[in-house]
């Protein structure tokens, strides 16, 4: 891109800082506006890239021509810096729009689905990264490995996590792809699963090379002029499978993962859960496709430390954990705790679970309430809002009613600190998209000092 200046409106998203930094390395000016400071700001601002938090259109460079402006749909239209922007002839795009112009004409990899995908796509930009291939990655969390969501390289390929949120994943045509899952979620930009299918089967139909996606899943070879192949976890019906497991004494699943051309063995999970199995196979499989070597992948795999808030382990001694996980869809809920269960099959397992948005707590209250009952105990927050307005009669209560698990309680975030002072947890899992990371540090100190 021929612009001088690079000025974000929403900077501090996951996605936009990947993008931020990356116009970083290319040379360009970056700036942008956040509406609170953070983490992800604290570290962009170290890095040399300006961030201000207050809607000042005075602050957008002035040079209109050289300017290009990126913002995200989470912002509101009113915010005066994006009407000021639109009012005065600036280029303006979404995010999705510049991760287009940046993958065309590189080798895209893109890993899609509606959960499982920030998880995959980490860990094969670590494979590409450790195995020395390289890549430009745009990852929707931090990986741990790298301490970044975004890695950069001179190698024409870039790894991208394909988000279906406002059908961003559209503004891709990778050369190879991996869909993982296709439930209903963001029910208020799709309005039912019919449609959140057709979405996928349109970005399915835009994959060039080779399709792979989760077994199931309900696609045909209609869908895209890609080779189609399928991955599971052990069905020997799809084309990448695993056998041959076995948990080691720190909960990490060991595996043998079958392939069309042999069998890799020994692939040792860096991360735990069974559903790290399910993502590590789908990652090997695109790097099979690609070109990287077995001994490679094996390698990748055991190595991989995990992208931080997906089953992160933050205190582990005898007798009390705590982790924490980004799971906010009802699937994901019941993945992370069964995974749990198979890790932890004696202990206590105490989650505290904040809702994100009431459109999400309105369409998916009972199956929330299934998930949410596989615990032994259950803290159950208010819903974290994001971009949304309350919608009357939608509380946390319409998930808390329904949860049939032994021990429950509802509670406003302010009480939690608190409450967990006088608990006496075996293994502690906070879950949630919203601002419950806040309280990952001060629980982790609280519980350190028992």
């Known amino acids: 891109m021929e612009y001088k200046y690079i000025y974000f409106i929403g900077i501090g998203g996951i996605g936009m800082s990947a993008i931020a930094r990356y116009f970083k390395f290319k040379g360009k000016q970056v700036?942008?506006?956040?509406?609170?400071?953070?983490?992800?700001?604290?570290?962009?601002?170290?890095?040399g890239i300006d961030v201000h938090y207050n809607d000042d259109p005075s602050l957008v460079p002035a040079d209109r021509k050289s300017t290009l402006v990126v913002y995200t749909p989470a912002v509101p239209q009113n915010l005066g810096e994006l009407q000021y922007v639109r009012s005065r002839g600036y280029e303006v795009i979404k995010r999705s729009q510049v991760l287009g112009r940046i993958s065309s004409g590189q080798r895209c990899l893109a890993v899609a689905g509606t959960h499982g995908k920030t998880t995959t796509s980490t860990l094969l930009?670590?494979?590409?990264?450790?195995?020395?291939?390289?890549?430009?990655?745009?990852?929707?969390?931090?990986?741990?490995?790298?301490?970044?969501?975004?890695?950069?390289?001179?190698?024409?390929?870039?790894?991208?996590?394909?988000?279906?949120?406002?059908?961003?994943?559209?503004?891709?045509?990778?050369?190879?792809?991996?869909?993982?899952?296709?439930?209903?979620?963001?029910?208020?930009?799709?309005?039912?699963?019919?449609?959140?299918?057709?979405?996928?089967?349109?970005?399915?139909?835009?994959?060039?090379?080779?399709?792979?996606?989760?077994?199931?899943?309900?696609?045909?070879?209609?869908d895209t002029p890609a080779r189609r192949m399928t991955y599971s976890v052990s069905d020997e019906n799809s084309d990448f499978y695993g056998r041959n497991f076995s948990i080691d004494p720190s909960g990490h699943f060991i595996f043998d993962l079958v392939h069309p051309c042999g069998i890799i063995e020994g692939i040792r999970v860096g991360t735990i859960g069974r559903f790290n199995v399910e993502n590590s196979i789908a990652a090997a499989a695109v790097c099979l496709s690609y070109g990287i070597t077995p001994e490679a992948i094996r390698k990748a795999i055991g190595s991989f430390s995990g992208a931080r808030r997906r089953l992160d382990v933050h205190v582990d001694?005898?007798?009390?954990?705590?982790?924490?996980?980004?799971?906010?869809?009802?699937?994901?809920?019941?993945?992370?705790?069964?995974?749990?269960?198979?890790?932890?099959?004696?202990?206590?397992?105490?989650?505290?679970?904040?809702?994100?948005?009431?459109?999400?707590?309105?369409?998916?209250?009972?199956?929330?309430?299934?998930a949410l009952s596989g615990l032994d105990r259950l803290i159950l927050l208010d819903i974290y809002p994001a971009r949304e307005e309350p919608i009357p009669g939608v509380t946390s209560s319409i998930i808390f009613d329904k949860v049939n698990c032994p021990d429950k309680v509802l509670i406003h975030k302010e009480e939690l600190m608190d409450l967990l002072s006088k608990e006496k947890v075996d293994v502690l899992v906070s879950f949630g998209a919203g601002n419950i990371d806040r309280f990952i540090e001060p629980i982790s100190e609280m519980l350190s000092k028992r």
């Not at 394909?162 to 994943?169: G, N, P």
């Open 31 to 47: 700036s942008g506006y956040d509406k609170t400071p953070s983490d992800l700001t604290a570290a962009l601002q170290s890095e």
């Open 125 to 222: 930009a670590h494979i590409l990264t450790d195995c020395g291939e390289g890549c430009s990655a745009f990852l929707g969390g931090i990986s741990k490995n790298y301490g970044t969501n975004m890695l950069m390289s001179h190698t024409p390929t870039v790894v991208v996590e394909a988000d279906e949120f406002d059908r961003s994943f559209l503004q891709l045509y990778p050369e190879i792809a991996v869909i993982t899952a296709m439930d209903a979620d963001h029910l208020d930009i799709y309005g039912d699963l019919e449609h959140v299918q057709e979405a996928f089967r349109q970005f399915a139909s835009q994959v060039s090379g080779t399709l792979i996606h989760k077994l199931g899943l309900p696609l045909s070879d209609t």
């Open 317 to 370: 001694r005898p007798g009390l954990t705590y982790i924490d996980d980004y799971a906010h869809h009802p699937a994901e809920l019941e993945a992370a705790i069964a995974s749990l269960r198979e890790v932890f099959p004696t202990r206590r397992i105490t989650g505290i679970f904040q809702p994100h948005l009431y459109t999400r707590t309105r369409d998916f209250a009972p199956e929330f309430a299934s």
